[in-house]
T-cell receptor, first 115, second 112 residues
């Protein structure tokens, strides 16, 4: 157990809908990262938040957004869902800003299925 | 941007043998190279990493080597055990966790 929690574990929804995924980082960790893992695209970095502020963006679609709250938990919002958004969504956390060598700890993931 | 290629995509070895997984990267400015292990249905876990100022790093049965000139790095697992069976991902980055590009993964099977 990494100490990072994610809810829900599984989510089934329809195209066009909107969902919210939730992540609680390890106690004391200031950074939260979101990743998408799909069969055709592999593991892709989406976005990082550090101490409540957006720190870096990766391959995140405009239909997706995230935020980090004062208690440091984070939410990833996915809207206008398409079939291709079906994937495993991981969040990870690290103690600082995420420089080279700073270990990130992954949560168990949320499996999203869009029908 | 950075492009990371990983080979082979699948690897099957006999218990006790060694396994080697190789990755190449395109951006010569990349300076951090972690390896993750992901068991079926589980989260990725960091198993070893190396920074560009080091050529080799070892942790018990696992080692990573880096050739900056050729822009490739490799994971070596010795004395493999069935519990080493998993998908292994390499990654490369310049800034750290927030610009990491992952390889496509290698599914390692260790036969008892």
């Amino acid at each position: 157990d990494s100490g990072v929690t994610q809810t829900p574990k599984h989510l089934i929804t329809a195209t066009g809908q909107r969902v919210t995924l939730r992540c609680s980082p390890r106690s004391g960790d200031l950074s939260v990262y979101w990743y998408q893992q799909s069969l055709d695209q592999g593991l892709q970095f989406l976005i990082q938040y550090y101490n409540g502020e957006e720190r870096a963006k990766g391959n995140i679609l405009e239909r997706f957004s995230a935020q980090q709250f004062p208690d440091l938990h984070s939410e990833l919002n996915l809207s206008s869902l398409e079939l291709g958004d079906s994937a495993l969504y991981f969040c990870a956390s690290s103690v600082g800003g995420g420089g080279p060598g700073e270990t990130q700890y992954f949560g168990p993931g949320t499996r999203l299925l869009v029908l | 941007g950075e492009n990371v290629e990983q080979h082979p995509s699948t690897l099957s070895v006999q218990e006790g043998d060694s396994a080697v997984i190789k990755c190449t990267y395109s951006d010569s400015a990349s300076n951090y190279f972690p390896w993750y292990k992901q068991e079926l249905g589980k989260r990725p876990q960091l198993i070893i990493d190396i920074r560009s100022n080091v050529g080799e790093k070892k942790d018990q049965r696992i080692a990573v080597t880096l050739n900056k000139t050729a822009k490739h790095f490799s994971l070596h697992i010795t004395e493999t055990q069935p519990e080493d069976s998993a998908v292994y991902f390499c990654a490369a980055s310049k800034r750290g966790n927030n610009d990491m590009r992952f390889g496509a993964g290698t599914r390692l099977t260790v036969k008892p």
